[in-house]
């Protein structure tokens, strides 16, 4: 079991910058890959960035390449997607979840919520 905190959401103007963060915990979390999601009010989920246990495999959404960063600390059992530029559609709640393998993210966070205002 992989236990997952986001935090770092809030309010912020259109070309601004946030950083979130998502805390791991559970058995061999750091061996995990490690994904962000987000959903937009009426829309469905939808992936934003995922990286591999070691950081050597990233892949964007292509809305957010470019202006968004996946970054991971194993030491901290702690992920981050630094999130510059930001635009209104940018708007959504931001969920952290992990993969054993890459494949089915099982293990989800509470979500995030974070608002671009134009």
């Known amino acids: 079991q992989v236990q997952l905190v986001e935090s770092g959401g809030g309010l912020v103007q259109a070309g601004g910058s946030l950083r979130l963060s998502c805390a791991a915990s559970g058995r061999a979390s750091s061996n995990y890959h490690m994904g962000w999601f987000r959903q937009a009010p009426g829309k469905e989920r939808e992936f934003v960035a995922t990286?591999?246990?070691?950081?050597?495999?990233?892949n964007y959404a292509n809305s957010v390449k470019g202006r968004f960063t996946i970054s991971r600390d194993n030491a901290k059992n702690t992920v981050y997607l630094q999130m510059n530029s930001l635009k209104p559609e940018d708007t959504a709640v931001y969920y952290c979840a992990a993969s054993r393998f890459g494949s089915n993210y099982n293990y989800w966070g509470q979500g995030t919520q974070v608002t671009v205002s134009s």
């Open positions: 990286m591999n246990w070691s950081g050597a495999v990233i």
